[in-house]
């Protein structure tokens, strides 16, 4: 069973068995803390999955994104050094978007503008809610009154859980100072049944400075916030959350899921939602880190790769599975394109190169961005491969679309067109900001001078490929490379020289693009010519 169907599956039964309500919510939320990398795209995605499981069951099933913005700036923001004293510890809600911005904080830049946008490329469509806008419309008073009552159970199950030792009086809600407006800096220590007492501290955490202000205010209406774990515990109840996920680093023996659990249990009366764990996507070996500048921003990878590929990507691997995705020092995203292609032709029923994944038709279905695309004709779709193609957008005079229903052997549908287009933009994209040098060419519009060099088993070897290629005549990249290898063993000479040979003789350098897709992107009587020409020694007529 693929992995959405199998969460999804154990969601319904659960709710069945307890009677809840008719739609079952699946949540997911993220803390604005600066430039989002496409990591954090995993945990949207493989929520959205879910939902679009329990929604081909036939359940009733609501998507919802929260933005944590009231939580305070600390120290994982990403922020110019004349900004940490005035905004450090201030809710995300309350500090302002970065010069040349238009968005009304810095959470609505990072995540309302940049991450969010996202989403829609993604097929995700979740009820997204801001928690600054949850707690100033007093939709979360009646937990942070619960959670004041039982303050005594909460701290119990801070050192029972977690082994986390809270001072005395300690209060589990974070009052906003009405001195600085700072959340990260105060404690609260008094509760009369309205208004609690807090202090805003110079040294309660190293990334910000308190005021030193102290008073009393009701936590209610948005004047405090509770603390993440009793937050993620009364959101649970708010919303009716049915499942949930989490990163690793949030659900290890005793940490921050385990203490919400608990306090879902003993606090807030509910069971806490179906937890699903996924793991990092890593970079170079090493998990993305916004604050540790490892990672590669969301937005730039939603622009640089076509839309389902980018999906598949995320939901591919089962989430307790961790892989690596490193745009700039690999060729991840042209593989990832590949591999996008291989499913689909294994979904049409076309024969398919390498081992495919036990789920290969569920997994390309669950890849399509389009929660309601005819699965059969997406697989069924012509889409040049993706390093052909950025071989043609680079060449001067082609016309790609033709090239395409060449390669195609009839007429692009509207669809098809609409695909290429896509594709195209991400192969001129991915040529800008991640292909590797020898992915980058200018053929040369002349004999390059280094021709000179090549020695005669090379000569041999060009125009034996030029006679055999005018008489097969090869379209494809494919039909060119394994001509290529046939030439080469005729002539005795080692592939690896023979396809040098090939990049000497068009782009005046050993290294480039696949050969054989590199030839069949150029004019096949051009290609011709250029063989032979190169073949021939200027002191000795070939044979």
Known sequence: MFWADEIAARAAEAAEASGTGASLVVNDSKTPSGTVHVGSLRGPVIHDEIWRALRRMGVAATY????????????????????????????????PAPAGSDAASYARHFVGELFLGTFEPLGLHPEVYWMSEVYAA?????????????????????????????EPGWLPVSAICTNCGRVGTTV?????????????????????TGCGFSGRISPFGGGAKLPFNVDW????????????????????????????????????????????????????????????????????????????????????????V??????????????????????????????????????????????????????SAEAAAFRPAFGHLALL??????????????????????HEVELLEERSTAARAWLEAYAPPDARIA???SLPNDVADLTAEQRRFLSR?????????????????????LSAKHTELPAGEAFRTIYVAFLGRTNGPRAGWLLASLDPDFVYARLWEASVDPQHTPE
């Open 233 to 320: 515990a009364a959101k649970w109840s708010l919303f009716d959350i049915a499942v949930e996920g989490c990163g690793k680093d949030l659900a290890t023996a005793g940490g921050s899921r385990d203490r919400s659990d608990a306090i879902s249990r003993q606090v807030f009366e509910r069971e806490p939602p179906i937890n699903v764990v996924y793991e990092f996507i890593n970079i170079g070996g090493r998990k993305m880190s916004t604050s540790k500048g490892r990672g590669v921003p969301a937005h730039e990878i939603a622009a640089v790769m076509p839309r389902n590929e980018l999906r598949l990507l995320l939901i591919r691997h089962k989430p307790n």
């Open 443 to 445: 053929v040369t519009s």
């Open 188 to 208: 609260a220590t008094d509760w009369d049944g309205e208004t609690v007492a807090f202090e805003c501290r110079a040294d309660l955490v190293e990334w910000a």
């Open 64 to 95: 919802r994104y929260g933005v944590d913005d009231l939580d305070p700036m600390d120290s994982q923001a990403l922020l110019t050094p004349d900004a940490v004293d005035r905004s450090m510890g201030l809710p995300l809600a309350h500090v």
């Open 322 to 375: 961790s892989f690596d995705f490193d745009p700039v020092e690999t060729d991840a995203i042209p593989r990832q394109v590949d591999e996008f292609d291989r499913l689909a032709a294994a979904t049409a029923g076309r024969p398919v190169r390498g081992e495919l994944p036990a789920d290969a038709e569920r997994l390309f279905a669950a890849s399509l961005v389009d929660v309601d695309a005819d699965v």
């Open 138 to 166: 007093g939709d979360m008073d009646r937990y942070i009154r619960a959670a004041l009552d039982a303050a005594e159970t909460v701290r119990t199950i801070y050192r029972e859980v977690s082994h986390v030792e809270k």
């Open 393 to 414: 957008v680079q060449l001067p005079g082609v016309d790609v679309g033709e090239r395409a229903a060449a390669e195609k052997g009839a007429a692009l549908t509207d």
């Open 465 to 485: 490929l030029s006679t055999w290629a005018e008489r097969d005549a090869p379209a494809s990249g494919e039909a060119w490379q394994a001509l290529i290898f």
